[in-house]
């Protein structure tokens, strides 16, 4: 499913490591928000691995689930991709 994945991380170290978690189930949009194709389990990676790494009394991680409908509706003004260029994108 779509889904959108965006933080707030205090620390450089912790934002870095969640970065390049992150790098490898989705695409970049914006410096703190990740578009993906994500399964059930692969959300539950991410929470795992949010509750293992980061201080989630300092950090902020959402996951955003997002229906193909809604994302028919999205507007992205500038530079950028959108989900529906993530299908060739990510191999």
């Known amino acids: ?16 490591r969640l970065r390049k978690f992150l790098k490898e189930l989705g695409i970049r949009s914006q410096k703190s928000v990740f578009e993906c194709r994500l399964d059930t389990r692969e959300v539950a990676e991410i929470r795992h691995y ?12 959402r996951i955003y689930r997002v229906c193909r409908l809604c994302m028919g509706k999205a507007v ?16």
């Open 1 to 16: 499913m779509n889904t959108v994945v965006v933080y707030d991380i205090t620390d450089d170290k912790r934002r870095n």
């Open 50 to 61: 949010c509750a293992e790494n980061l201080d989630l009394v300092e950090d902020s991680v």
């Open 76 to 91: 992205v003004l500038g530079k950028g991709i959108t989900f529906s260029q993530l299908d060739w994108v990510i191999v």
